[in-house]
């Protein structure tokens, strides 16, 4: 069936780059896409890869697609303490759903 | 552009009752859905619509109702609130869905209604 997993706890030091994985198990999907939860509040669309990229970059974000294993990654250059946020990896499937993982939670240290 | 307006923000219901959450978004999407938030289970949908008129259910539906009456507005209704409903609940939208070559498919979100079922 339809499965996004995710790590649940990320700690970085301010300053290095954060590495956050995420693997699914559709590979009819077309978007994959990252989102990120600031506290009390919704999720805001951080960046998403068509299904035929390998590769998307973005100022300090990198999205990594490895569609032979089913795996999406994103990186986050120089941290900041405004990344610390939940992140959500989320496909979208061909029967019009958009199936979310668990999220991951960003702790920046100091 | 107000985006998508949820209501109420907060809620504590006693089990049994019934309540409905109202969304709307004024963006002109054809597409919305309902999530459900709780800790350690990320978001998992509830329902969702294509467009006015077609809704169908999502990973977890039981105990839910909407309704898709207007572009603008879709309605979570819980008939007889549990417990096991407690937890905040998302409504989000997209212009369409499922996403393609001239579509994202971004979902927008509305901030959020806590539900608290005694």
């Known amino acids: 069936g339809e499965d996004v997993e995710q790590s649940l706890f990320l700690s970085v030091r301010e300053g290095d780059s954060s590495v956050i994985n995420c693997t699914y198990t559709d590979s009819s999907s077309t978007y994959l896409y990252w989102y990120k939860q600031e506290p009390g509040a919704g999720l805001q669309l951080l960046t998403y890869i068509f299904s035929n990229m390998d590769m998307k970059q973005d100022q300090r974000l990198t999205v990594l697609l490895n569609k032979k294993d089913k795996h999406l990654s994103l990186r986050i250059a120089d941290t900041q303490t405004g990344d610390s946020a939940i992140y959500f990896c989320?496909?979208?499937?061909?029967?019009?759903?958009?199936?979310f993982g668990k999220g991951t939670r960003l702790h920046i240290l100091p | 552009n107000a985006g998508v307006t949820q209501t109420p923000k907060f809620q504590v219901l006693k089990t049994g009752q019934s309540m409905t959450l109202q969304c709307a978004q004024d963006?002109?999407?054809?597409?919305m859905s309902w999530y459900r938030q709780d800790p350690g289970m990320g978001l998992r949908l509830i329902h969702y619509?294509?467009?006015?008129?077609?809704?169908d259910q999502g990973e977890v539906p039981n105990g839910y109702n909407v309704s898709r009456s207007t572009t603008e507005d879709f309605p979570l209704r819980l008939l007889s609130a549990a417990p096991s409903q407690t937890s905040v609940y998302f409504c989000a939208s997209s212009y369409s869905i499922p996403a393609g070559y001239q579509n994202t498919g971004e979902l927008f979100f509305g901030e959020g209604s806590r539900l608290t079922v005694l």
């Open positions: 619509s294509v467009g006015a008129g077609i809704t």
């Open positions: 963006m002109n999407h054809e597409y």
């Open positions: 989320a496909e979208s499937y061909w029967d019009d759903k958009i199936i």
